[in-house]
Nanobody
């Protein structure tokens, strides 16, 4: 049973920073693609940052130069450092994992497992 648990969300003023964490439990495959998505109410879920099985990192254009995704394989944890936050970054943030992403890294439908999300509010 795969479980992803996000933490680190909260409320912050514009220009501030937050660090999200995603602890993965029970994912036993040797390779994986893991990433962060965000979603506003009644809107589609969008990719924020993804690390593929080969270590390649992709970012949404809207967060480049501001967000940094990283992972700790020993701790099975994914991180998202968010700097220079803007009001438009306010969303529910979700962690997701799948076997491999490739060119489809931004497509939420290819991800097999999801966390319950953590809310980020920027005012």
């Amino acid at each position: 049973h795969v479980q992803l648990v996000e933490s680190g969300g909260g409320s912050v003023q514009a220009g501030g920073s937050l660090r999200l964490s995603c602890a993965a439990r029970g994912y036993t495959y040797d390779t994986y693609c893991m990433g962060w998505f965000r979603q506003a109410p009644a809107k589609e879920r969008k990719a924020v940052a993804v690390i593929d099985m080969d270590g390649k990192i992709n970012y949404a254009d809207s967060v480049k130069e501001r967000f940094t995704v990283s992972r700790d394989d020993e701790q099975a944890t994914l991180y998202l450092q968010m700097n220079s936050l803007k009001s438009e970054d306010s969303d529910m943030y979700y962690c997701a994992v799948t076997f491999a992403c490739g060119v489809s890294w931004s497509n939420p439908q290819i991800f097999s497992y999801w966390g319950l999300g953590t809310q980020v509010t920027v005012s």
